[in-house]
């Protein structure tokens, strides 16, 4: 063999360890969010107050399909909006609806105490589960899900507060399924998502 080739040999070498070594780092490094727990590949633990004023953690809604969006009740038009597609959907599942949880966790727990959650949520539908919190309860959530929320003053010393409106499917084994899609009300993508999502 030439030199000449075995530089090259040696190049391509050093190339493709390093290739591997980048591999490694980016994939088995440090554990994504779908190898950190078996129980919880998606949206992690949590510790929250439901409508009740009752604790609840991840544990208390362990083997149920999840849907799962976060809003305020001060929200002027997107959660209503949103609360009312799911409600209806709900509604159209029938008792199906029973095997699977709505979460719908404020991004506001300032002015969403239990109280003002469980009755806001169940004016849309009684079976959906109102979760707030401390503020850090909320933003640890909040964080795990990937969702964002930042609260905006507005005028007369109000605020609202700005946030992802994505819903959520987790499925019994914690893993994410996808979102439900609210532009597209009629066609019932939704509804057939949902029966195959509690099956
Ligand atoms: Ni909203």
Redesign the pocket.
């Given at each position: 063999m030439s030199s000449r080739f075995l530089n090259i040999f040696g190049g391509l070498t050093v190339a493709i360890v390093a290739s591997l070594a980048l591999l490694v780092m980016l994939y088995g490094g440090s554990p994504g969010p779908s190898q950190r727990d078996d129980a919880l590949p998606y949206g992690g633990s949590f510790t929250m107050v439901n409508g009740h004023g009752r604790t609840v953690t991840e544990r208390d809604f362990k083997d149920r399909p999840l849907v799962v969006f976060f809003?305020?009740t001060h929200?002027?038009?997107?959660?209503p909006t949103?609360l009312i597609e799911v409600a209806d959907l709900m509604a159209q599942l029938g008792t199906d609806a029973d095997r699977m949880t709505v979460l719908f966790v404020t991004?506001d727990p300032e002015r969403d105490t239990p109280e003002v959650m469980r009755e806001y949520a169940e004016a849309f539908d009684k079976r959906i589960v109102a979760l707030t919190g401390s503020l850090e309860q909320v933003t640890a959530m909040a964080k795990a899900w990937g969702v964002y929320f930042k609260k905006v003053p507005t005028s007369g010393g109000d605020y609202t507060?700005d946030?992802t409106?994505s819903v959520f499917l987790m499925d019994r084994k914690g893993g994410l399924r996808g979102t439900l899609d609210l532009h597209d009300r009629t066609a019932g993508v939704n509804l057939a998502k949902l029966r195959r999502f509690v099956r």
């Open positions: 809003g305020f929200c002027p038009d997107v959660c949103t991004v507060v946030h409106a």
